[in-house]
């Protein structure tokens, strides 16, 4: 019957969504393993979470012309302290020794551990995030085990630190500088050797953050990748196994991702950027990592689509809003945070969004459920004509009689075939983007990260008690049960009996967020099929009809 028929189309949507999620999370091919690099001999090892050669200087910084200068004096420095820049939303720590990025906490946001998120993949990687690279292992090992002396800077009413070493031969200088009100950050170095400049490039990896067993477990969950956007404007996404062969790019911004947070690096006058990429890999796990030659713009943060179109740096093309989508799910996304911002509570807001979103489609799924029913109402008589013809070959002169019956039915009925199939076909096709919609902005939003729905403690991860996908699966059944029962096959009848089942097994390791959606939109399509039975119970002389 016909409405099984939209239940089976409306499922199979969620499966078009999940299938296309993991299509698109897995559009690289799955390379073999690159063998893990070894470390050349001579270079001093920390204790490093990763293993990995310093990485070989780019065709940009080969490129560059050493230019002589006189030498510096050297600078003398005490023991190793801790340098840090605190800003509304970040806080950032330095070790004096090379310069190194401790730390990167992301204020807003909190792990498991209610902590502020970290985008630093902690331990001691050598190169770590922000390290300098010249291509020379035995350089950069000095410039990572120099004592630096810091200095507090002010730009342009912005902060920022300076950090200056020098032995008498090698010469050092590295700023970080606030830009966009501590938003982004200017990144700068300068190395010389015996008074000839050495050209430099700063390093991002390996990764980005410390993802969480919860998170690593997460259905359709991905290690961090590289992002890019090319001299074309595309979008352009590699995970480590896109990077067996070390990848040379030129794109206006370039960066380390992984689901909901990113450092992007870019030109502050939006010129091109040539930039390396390739992979590492430590036991089964693969990294990625980056150098790009300085001076670079460095936004490092969440994907969130406004906060990031207000740098005016063009770094919000990075958030996979999708192309023909965006225009749907950018408003989405502030909508949710609109109605979170008077309940104070995303949980409640998704529901509540939900079933707003479903009234204000209620009169295009009013209409298909009503064309449905009338379809189905002459199913037997179609059935039965179509039982009479089966025998005849596609080819038969005689099917042309089949197809005139069929048209009689129809027209005794007081069924027109082109405004029928169009009242019924229209409103489902202009509903579908915003399911779609829908759901790919509740898999994106970092808004989620860490937000809290009474059993569940973050909206990002799997529901701890699988509660919200059992929900979905029994709301399924209660829709199947709500609709008049059609005469159909067994092996139809078993397929839909499965189909609960299936899905909620599909379900349960995915974003508690997405289910919460799925169990609430199974609510409100319920409710809708049960008023439309309600006001046309004409149309549906077996079910029950009651409000």
Excluded at 203 to 225: A, H, I, K, T, V
Excluded at 441 to 465: E, N, Q, T
Excluded at 524 to 537: R, S, W
Aim: charged share 20%.
């Amino acid at each position: 019957m016909e409405e099984r028929r939209l239940i089976l189309a409306f499922a199979l949507s969620f499966a078009v969504l999940l299938g296309f999620r993991m299509w698109t999370n897995s559009r690289y091919p799955q390379l073999a393993e690159a063998p893990a690099q070894s470390t050349p001999a001579g270079s001093p090892r920390a204790s490093a979470s990763v293993s990995a050669t310093t990485p070989s200087a780019s065709p940009a910084m080969a490129a560059a012309t050493p230019t002589p200068e006189a030498p510096t004096a050297p600078i003398v420095m005490g023991e190793e302290h801790r340098v840090e820049l605190v800003f509304k939303d970040t806080e950032i720590a330095f070790s004096s020794r090379g310069a190194r990025l401790l730390s990167w906490k992301l204020l807003d946001y909190k792990d498991q551990r209610g902590k502020p998120v970290e985008a630093h993949p902690g331990g001691n990687p050598v190169p770590g995030p922000l390290d300098l690279v010249t291509g020379r292992p035995d350089l950069d090992a000095r410039i990572r085990e120099a004592q630096f002396r810091s200095a507090e800077t002010t730009v342009g009413g912005e902060k920022g630190t300076r950090f200056d070493f020098s032995d008498g031969t090698l010469e050092v200088t590295k700023t970080i500088e606030a830009i966009k009100g501590g938003r982004a950050f200017r990144i700068d170095a300068r190395v010389r050797e015996k008074g000839v400049v050495v050209p430099a490039q700063v390093y991002w990896g390996p990764g980005f953050g410390q993802p969480s067993e919860d998170e690593r477990s997460l259905r359709g969950y991905l290690p961090p990748e590289v992002v890019e956007i090319d001299e074309a404007g595309a979008e352009v996404r590699v995970p480590p196994s896109g990077l067996a062969a070390p990848r040379n790019m030129r794109a206006r911004l370039v960066g380390v991702e992984n689901k909901y947070f990113a450092a992007i690096m870019t030109r502050e006058n939006g010129a091109t950027i040539e930039a390396q990429a390739s992979a590492i890999v430590e036991g089964k796990e693969s990294h990625v990592q980056l150098l790009v030659p300085l001076p670079i713009a460095l936004t490092v943060g969440a994907k969130d689509y406004d906060r990031l179109q207000a740098l005016g740096m063009g770094v919000e093309k990075i958030v996979p809003v999708g192309s023909w989508l965006g225009p749907i799910v950018v408003p989405l996304t502030r909508a949710l945070r609109a109605v979170n911002a008077r309940v104070g509570n995303y949980g409640v807001a998704i529901i509540l969004l939900t079933i707003g979103i479903g009234i204000a489609l209620a009169p295009l799924r009013h209409y298909a459920i009503l064309s449905s029913a009338k379809m189905a109402k002459v199913g037997p008589q179609i059935r039965a004509v179509q039982e009479r013809y089966k025998r005849l070959s596609l080819t038969d002169p005689k099917r042309q009689l089949m197809q005139q019956e069929i048209a009689e039915v129809y027209e005794k009925n007081g069924i027109d075939m082109v405004r029928q199939t169009a009242a019924g076909c229209l409103p489902t096709l202009l509903t579908m983007p915003f399911l779609f919609a829908f759901y790919r902005m509740l898999d994106i939003s970092v808004d989620l990260k860490g937000a809290p729905f009474f059993w569940i403690p973050d909206l990002s991860l799997k529901d701890p008690l699988f509660i919200t996908p059992l929900l979905s699966g029994l709301s399924m059944i209660a829709m199947q049960r709500l609709m008049p029962a059609p005469a159909v096959d067994p092996a139809q009848q078993r397929m839909m009996m499965l189909m609960p089942i299936i899905f909620s097994g599909m379900f349960a390791w995915a974003p508690a967020g997405l289910n919460l959606y799925w169990f609430v939109s199974n609510l409100v399509a319920m409710a809708q099929q049960a008023l439309a039975m309600y006001f046309a119970p004409h149309l549906f002389p077996k079910a029950k009809a009651t409000p």
